[in-house]
Structure formats: structure tokens, C-alpha cells
Nanobody, 122 residues
Framework: QVQLVESGGGSVQAGDSLRLSCAASGRTFSTYAMGWFRQAPGKEREFVAAANWSGGSAVYADSVKGRFTISRVNGKNSVYLQMNRLKPEDTGVYYC???????????????WGQGTQVTVSS
């Protein structure tokens, strides 16, 4: 069992940066692929980024590629999402997720966090 708690959300202006953090419980954190999703008001939850167990391999949604970076520190049981050059369309609730492998975490994660709100104003 893995419990995930996100933090770092907030309200920013377009062009600003934010760094989201996700703290995971459990001794098996390093065996999981980790991902980030977001859900805008009135829209379905969508995939943002995912990284494999070591962080050495990552995938991104086209909408964030080149602006967002996912990273992890297994010794701290933490995964991060560095978001640069934020746009109003990046607004939403951001969720941390865990799964057995990248291809699974980006489609059907096993565990979800409770989410953190990101609001980008123009």
C-alpha cells in the first residue's frame, strides 16, 4: 500500500514557475513508477508526466513537453513536478499517482493522491 500527499500548489501569473511535491509512504516507493495528472474544471483528468522507478526515463504530455520536468528522490520517497512558463490552460487540480511501470501509471495507476490546486491567471 502506498499513500501519496501532494503539496506546492498555488495561484500564479502566466509565465511564472511552480514546483509540486508528492510525498509517498511505504518502503517500496523506489519500486514504483510515478506520475502526475491534472483535472481542469469541467474536464476529465488527463495525464501530464511519468517517470520510471529510477527517474532515468520520463514521458510527458505534448501540452507540457519542454516546460514541465518530473523528477524523484527515492531516498526521500518523493517525486516532483517542476512547472515553468505556466499558462492559464495549466490551471487545475494536480494529482500524484503510482503504478507498477510507466506504461501502467500513465493509464491506470494503482494509487492516487488527494490533489493540489494550481491556478494560473493571465
Amino acid at each position: 500500500q502506498v499513500q501519496l500527499v501532494e503539496s506546492g500548489g498555488g495561484s500564479v501569473q502566466a509565465g511564472d514557475s511552480l514546483r509540486l511535491s508528492c510525498a509517498a509512504s511505504g518502503r517500496t516507493f523506489s519500486t514504483y513508477a510515478m506520475g502526475w495528472f491534472r483535472q481542469a474544471p469541467g474536464k476529465e483528468r488527463e495525464f501530464v508526466a511519468a517517470a520510471n522507478w529510477s527517474g532515468g526515463s520520463a514521458v510527458y504530455a505534448d501540452s507540457v513537453k519542454g516546460r514541465f520536468t518530473i523528477s524523484r528522490v527515492n531516498g526521500k520517497n518523493s517525486v516532483y513536478l517542476q512547472m515553468n512558463r505556466l499558462k492559464p490552460e495549466d490551471t487545475g487540480v494536480y494529482y500524484c499517482a503510482a503504478g507498477a511501470a510507466v506504461e501502467f501509471v500513465r493509464t491506470t495507476p494503482d494509487y492516487w493522491g488527494q490533489g493540489t490546486q494550481v491556478t494560473v491567471s493571465s
